[in-house]
């Protein structure tokens, strides 16, 4: 019903820059909540950055001042724009979207994208 679609992901160097790009497409009411998560080899996916529609963004302390969250409701699609990257950084990155599909529904359901691989590296 619903596909989120991550990219923008690659090698990066410390303190370069990067952008990372989720759209959703499918069968879309609204959207609430945008989130990106991370997964590092033998870690737990970790929370980002989130941004609910027409909220404030929230970040993990880990990547505040370094990571912005934002969001196209037109587009359906979020952003990350990842400055100053640390090896610490390397994920995959995925994002997740709150979704309403049923127009007489109030209820949402989360989706998330396959990801897209970030590795910080000289």
């Known amino acids: 019903q619903v596909q989120l679609v991550e990219s923008g992901g690659g090698l990066v160097q410390p303190g370069g820059s990067l952008r990372l790009t989720c759209a959703a497409s499918g069968r879309i009411i609204r959207i609430n909540d945008m989130a990106w998560y991370r997964q590092a080899p033998g870690k737990q996916r970790e929370f980002v950055a989130g941004i609910a529609s027409g909220g404030s963004p929230n970040y993990a302390d880990s990547v505040k001042g370094r990571f912005t969250i934002s969001r196209d409701d037109a587009k359906n699609t979020v952003y990350l724009q990842i400055d100053s990257p640390k090896p610490e950084d390397t994920a995959v990155y995925h994002c997740?979207?709150?979704?309403?599909?049923?127009?007489?529904?109030?209820?949402?359901?989360?989706?998330w994208g396959q990801g897209t691989q970030v590795t910080v590296s000289s």
């Open positions: 997740k979207a709150g979704v309403k599909t049923m127009t007489f529904s109030r209820s949402y359901v989360d989706y």
